[in-house]
Every structure is written in structure tokens, then in C-alpha cells.
């Protein structure tokens, strides 16, 4: 019994199970509205940015790189989302050549003088170096996005369902487009350095698209994908401290095979 609690003597797996509980469930949300909108595009571009972010702030000198990278990261979140407005052909292809742009800028910036291994752990994620101060900040974001869903997640819908209808109701569209982008590029950002850049768009769309697999309502659909992706954390998290595997990746994995689960569940209910 004791090695199986033996976990909770570290300081480090407090706090990563601390993170686990607070940041999961906000993906679970925000992910169900990602999902609506087809946004996954938009929110795997918005990761990748963290590098650029870092970068940044290293040119200017920033000491915390958490916070450069938050500034970049909502300026990027406006960006995209100024340009996915437009309802063009060409939406995805600009998007994803800012994108680009923007990475490979910051990998140049990072890799000079061949000083980039030091930040190559932001590429799996490491939720065991997670520290006092940034769950602070989750705690923080996770209060304020309550509030906001709380209060305008029937305008944000609204908007997702019909943009013309939602503006002939004097629902503010660009307003709750904007707030939404920055919501997520916050959450993103504060939890890129455990869940890594390679995956963090995996842990904001499997979820949501799990629930949706199984879910008759809006109310079951949020539900749901709150405990897959909480479910998915603190299993994750827990293979991961026994297996010694990147706690990312096992909590990708574990929302991915709950995604297969609800998939074929779903089809044999709807048969």
C-alpha cells in the first residue's frame, strides 16, 4: 500500500496532481466549443506559438517567459481569429503561413548558438517541474474562465450556431470571438510547459469530440467531456509516475482510447 501512495511524499507530484485537477476540466470545457467551431486548426497554431512567445521575450529580456509568452500568444490569438473572420477561401492557408512563420522565427531566435536542448522539454511537456507560482496563475485563469462561461456562453453560442442571426440579436460576435481566442490562448499557454507543444491541441479537441460521440444534450456534452478529459488526467498522470513515461503523451493516449471507446459506443446506439 505504501508504494502505491508513495507518490504523494513528493512535493512535485503534489503540484502536478494540483495542476491535473484545476487546468483539465478547462479543457474539457473550452474544447466543446473548439469542437463547434472547428477551431482545432486555429487552437494547434496557436501552440506551436509558445516558441515565438519564449523567444520574444528572451530579445527583450523578459526574466519570466510566462509572461511573454501570454502577451504573444493572445496578440497571436487576435491575429487568427481577425483572419479566420473573413470567411475566405484561402482562411487555412494564411493561417497556417503566420503560423509557420511564426515558428520557425522563434526556433531561430532559440536555436542560435545551438542553445536550443534546454528548451526542447517544452516539445513533450514536463508537469513534474510545474511550480507554486504557476499554480497560482491556473487558479487564477480557472476562476476567470469560469465567470466568462458562466456569463457568456449562451452568446457564445449563439454565435457559433448563426453569426446573422446572433447579430440581429445584438449579440456583440467579434466582442465573444475575441474574448473566446483569448480565453484559450491564456489556457493554452499556462499549461504548454506539462502538456507539451506537440500535443496540446490533442488534449483540447479528444475530449470534446468524445463527448460529442455519446452526448444527446448540451448539458451532457459539457458534462461528459469535463470527466474525460479530468479521467484522462489523473490516469495519465498516474501511468505515467509508475511507467516512468511523459505525463503528456499518457494522457493524450488515454483520451484517445476513450475517444475509440465513446466512437464505437455511439454508433451502436444509434443503430
Not at 503540484?15 to 484545476?22: E, G, Q
Not at 484561402?90 to 536555436?111: M, N, R, W
Request: charged share 10%.
Amino acid at each position: 500500500m505504501s508504494q502505491v501512495t508513495s507518490w504523494f511524499d513528493y512535493n512535485f507530484m503534489r503540484n502536478a496532481l494540483i495542476a491535473v485537477i484545476i487546468i483539465t476540466p478547462l479543457f474539457g470545457l473550452m474544447g466543446t466549443m473548439i469542437v463547434n467551431k472547428k477551431m482545432a486548426f486555429f487552437s494547434d497554431a496557436l501552440g506551436h506559438s509558445a516558441l515565438t512567445g519564449i523567444a520574444v521575450g528572451i530579445v527583450f529580456g523578459v526574466q519570466d517567459t510566462t509572461i511573454s509568452m501570454v502577451v504573444f500568444a493572445i496578440l497571436f490569438a487576435l491575429l487568427l481569429n481577425k483572419i479566420g473572420s473573413r470567411n475566405t477561401a484561402s482562411t487555412d492557408t494564411i493561417i497556417s503561413v503566420f503560423s509557420s512563420c511564426s515558428v520557425a522565427i522563434g526556433l531561430a531566435i532559440l536555436s542560435k548558438g545551438g542553445n536550443f536542448s534546454k528548451y526542447s522539454s517544452l516539445l513533450v511537456g514536463d508537469v513534474l517541474s510545474i511550480t507554486t507560482r504557476e499554480i497560482v496563475y491556473l487558479v487564477l485563469i480557472f476562476i476567470a474562465t469560469v465567470i466568462f462561461w458562466v456569463f457568456g456562453f449562451n452568446k457564445l453560442n449563439a454565435v457559433c450556431i448563426h453569426r446573422t442571426l446572433a447579430k440581429s440579436k445584438r449579440v456583440p460576435v467579434s466582442l465573444m470571438d475575441n474574448l473566446f481566442a483569448v480565453f484559450v490562448a491564456l489556457i493554452v499557454m499556462l499549461s504548454i510547459k506539462w502538456v507539451g507543444i506537440m500535443i496540446i491541441n490533442a488534449l483540447l479537441i479528444l475530449p470534446a469530440a468524445s463527448s460529442r460521440n455519446i452526448s444527446v444534450n448540451m448539458r451532457e456534452y459539457h458534462l461528459y467531456s469535463i470527466i474525460f478529459s479530468l479521467f484522462s488526467g489523473l490516469v495519465g498522470l498516474f501511468v505515467s509516475y509508475y511507467t516512468n513515461v511523459a505525463t503528456g503523451p499518457m494522457i493524450v493516449i488515454i483520451a484517445s482510447v476513450i475517444f475509440f471507446l465513446t466512437y464505437f459506443l455511439g454508433n451502436k446506439i444509434k443503430e
